[in-house]
Structures are given as C-alpha cells and as structure tokens.
C-alpha cells in the first residue's frame, strides 16, 4: 500500500480493487458460468457444483498466479489453469467443463464490469450524501451577502448559496449522467474467441449468466470500448466540477480574502515551518486527483482504436487506468463531502470585502438607473468616467456622483449602494434550484 493511499483515495474502493476482491469477482464468472450452461444442458449440474465449490480465492496462490500472468498476457490464463486443476483434483470429468466456450477477455472485462458496477453504486449513494450537504449550504446560506469575483477581480454582489446552488446543480448533472449511463455500461462480455460466441456460449446461457450477475446481455464489446471510455469521461467530469469547487474553497481561504474555510481540526491545515498557517488541506487534495484524472481519462480515449477483434496492447492499457480512475474519483467525492460539510463561513470578512472597492462594485446598478434617464450609452459614459475619478481621488463613487450629475439625487442613489439590492436574481436562482433537488429526493 501506498504512503498516500487514505490521502487521495477511498479505503472502501480500494479494497474493491484489491487483489484478493479481484480474484474472487474472477472466480464469480466462472462459477456463473458454469450454472448458467447447466441450465441449457450444456454442463452436468454435478460439475457445475464442483466448480463452484472450487471458485474460492483462499484456494488460489495468488503469488504463483501473479507470476505466471506475465507469461499469458492476461490474468485469466493462469487461474484458469489453476482453477482447473483445483477441480481436477475431484473430479476429472468436471474439470474439462472450466471456463467452457468462454475466451480470456470475457472474464476480464466481466470481472471489471461487477467492480464497476459495485463502485457506481456507492458513488451514487455518495453523490446522494453530497448533494444533501450542498442543499444544506445553499439553505443555510441564501441571503449571506458576499462578491462575486470574474478574472479573479471584484465584479458584483451575489450571495455564498448561490455559489453552493450552482455547485449543487453541476453535482446534480453528473449524477444524471451516471444513472443514464448504466444501461450501456453493466453488460456481460461473453463472445468467445473472435466475438461470433458458439454453442457452449449461445444466447441463452448469455442470457443466464447476464441474469444471474444481475448485468445487462449485448454482444461482443471485445474491441469496442466506447461505454468504459464514456463511463471514464463521465467520471471526469464530476471531478473537475468537485476541483472547482475546492478551487473557489481555496482562494476564498487566501489571508487577504478571508471569508471561507476549511474545517478546523486537531493538526489540521497546519505546516511543519509556520504555526500561524491554516492550510487548505482538503482542497488541496481534491485539486491533486483533479490534475491526474484527465490523464487516464485521455489513455482510455487514445486505447479505443484497437485492431480488428482482440487488440494488442491497447485493451491491456485499460486495467489498471481504468481502475485508477475509480480510485481517484471515490477520493475526490470523499474528501469533498468531509470538505463541504464542515466549511467555516465568515459572514462579516464577507461583508467587509463589499466595501474594499469604494462603490466601484455598484457601477452597474447605478448605470441601469440612470440609463432610465438619459438613454444606456450616456449612462454607461458617465459611471466609467465617474468610476476613474473615484479611483484617482480615492473617494467613494457615491460621493463622485452626488458632486458631478444631477440625475439622481442622493436618496435616489443610496438604495443603488446596498448589496442586497445588487445581487441580480440570486435568490430566485436559488429557489429555483432547491425547489428542482429536493422534489428529486422525494
């Protein structure tokens, strides 16, 4: 195990992927299959017993097994062989109904497919718990007033739930792309040699085995990889949304920003030179498996092009990335949850950030007024002209504008200079994202 294997990564999901689950998901197609053929008469229902009696991963040798995977090319050769020779030892006869019909990639790629299909289940029930945390943010938070920040420059007022609501909605698209998704994603691979299946493999005992792994029957995916690679980008995704969100988590962090934080927690955040330091730890993190997931997803995408009907080098790219990916992804939605979950919001460094610019924020407000008026271009000339005054002067652009127009009075001004009268349609953004996630949830 890796120095940062609770850092990046999710312990359940690692051990999903752990050689010993994987060995037993492998040892899962071969039982299936067998009682899948002796419901069509193809396997007597004595060595079918056997074989599964036998398709325990306690009686593999893993380490002769991962040995031996480098001469077959792939992991199935070998356990096939041990396999065999486990049911051999009871019974000859039953022994030459291992693996019957079947070639190497469908078990692989099926073994991958019943992972997935674990991961997927609890990343939605992850997903399910992140979404609850952001309704619980953008609730909590509807009216607190902060700045809105384009080119990383103050622009206007909005309130912190409408950067949660708009978070929350990102979330809520990736967890549609996930559930659209699994119909083409949680298919069996059972096609034989050159994906044309033959008589020990026909439709029906696909169609057997497909039910009973609880998967989906197609025909042969063997080199066209277009689901994993969709399933891949789809995982992508969600993780750049979740990196962003830690991204605008970190900034708002910043010393000279101040507004949002982490979690505290017992040596948490902290660094090994600085005591005064309250690092952003999690989002750190989250940003790390950010950078590294648009890789894999890219290795996916450039092993699709595989040759004719088993490819060389290009399908073996996939095990290792594709599960990497899972890994990565259950990380970033962990970490996330833990992240959003115990933020610290300072509603007051908020509202004091309103005021840095003097004004200058409330540009836009006082330009529609006046656009009223003296017609949109005169007005927009007018404040800019006012704002580089401001600016120079260093004054407030209220002041600026009672002393050089006569348009709108001061009276008239002031409510133009409130926050809360600058955020646009904020809250009924809000309302109207809340309203869509919680009639989802009931």
């Not at 399910?128 to 609730?139: D, G, P, S």
């Not at 008589?199 to 085995?209: G, R």
């Not at 409330?362 to 800019?384: P, R």
């Not at 006012?386 to 009075?409: D, P, R, S």
Request: charged share 20%; aromatic share 4%.
């Amino acid at each position: 195990m890796s120095l940062y294997s609770e850092v990046f990564y999710s312990d359940e999901i690692n051990e999903l992927f752990s050689d010993e689950k994987s060995l037993s998901y492998l040892l899962l197609f071969e039982s299936s299959l067998a009682k899948a053929q002796v419901e069509h008469g193809i396997v007597p229902n004595t060595s079918a017993g056997i074989i599964a009696s036998c398709s325990q991963a306690d009686l593999i040798d893993l380490q002769a097994l991962k040995k031996a995977i480098q001469l077959g090319g792939n992991v199935a050769i070998p356990l096939v062989k041990q396999l065999t020779q486990l049911v051999k030892n009871q019974d000859a006869e039953a022994a030459k109904f291992v693996h019957f019909g079947a070639t190497s990639q469908d078990v692989v790629d099926t073994t991958t497919v019943l992972q997935t299909k674990v991961f997927v289940e609890w990343l939605e029930n992850q997903l399910n718990t992140l979404q609850e945390v952001l309704i619980k943010q953008t609730q909590e938070h509807r009216q607190t007033l902060m700045i809105g920040r384009t080119l990383l420059q103050q622009a206007k007022p909005i309130t912190f739930g409408l950067k949660m609501a708009l978070c929350l909605e990102s979330i809520q698209r990736s967890a549609e792309r996930i559930q659209s998704l699994k119909g083409e994603l949680l298919v069996l691979q059972l096609a034989g040699a050159v994906g044309s299946q033959n008589q020990a493999i026909n439709q029906k005992v696909k169609e057997s085995l497909a039910n009973i792994l609880g998967l989906k029957a197609t025909h042969s995916w063997h080199t066209h990889r277009d689901a994993f690679v969709h399933f891949a980008a789809v995982l992508g995704v969600l993780v750049g949304s979740i990196g962003k969100i830690a991204k605008d988590i970190s900034l708002l962090m910043q010393t000279e920003v101040g507004e949002v934080f982490e979690g505290a927690g017992v040596g948490k955040g902290g660094s090994s030179t600085m005591p005064h330091k309250r690092n952003p730890v999690a989002s750190a993190i989250i940003l790390a498996n950010a950078q590294r997931v648009p890789h894999l997803v890219a290795t996916l995408m450039t092993a699709m092009t595989q040759e004719h009907e088993r490819s060389a080098g290009l399908w073996h790219s996939e095990w290792e990335v594709l599960n990497d990916l899972m890994k990565l992804t259950a990380g970033t939605v962990e970490r996330s949850i833990g992240l959003l979950s115990g933020l610290e919001v300072d509603k007051n460094r908020m509202l004091q950030n309103l005021e840095l610019t003097q004004g200058l924020i409330y540009a836009e407000n006082v330009s529609l007024a006046l656009a009223e008026k003296i017609g949109k271009s005169e007005a927009h000339e007018l404040v800019e002209k006012a704002c580089k005054k401001a600016v120079a002067e260093q004054k407030h652009l209220k002041k600026i504008l009672v002393e050089n127009q006569n348009y709108l009075t001061e009276p008239e001004l002031q409510p133009l200079f409130q926050a809360e009268n600058a955020i646009g349609l904020s809250l009924e953004i809000i309302d109207n994202i809340l309203g869509k996630a919680v009639s989802s949830k009931l």
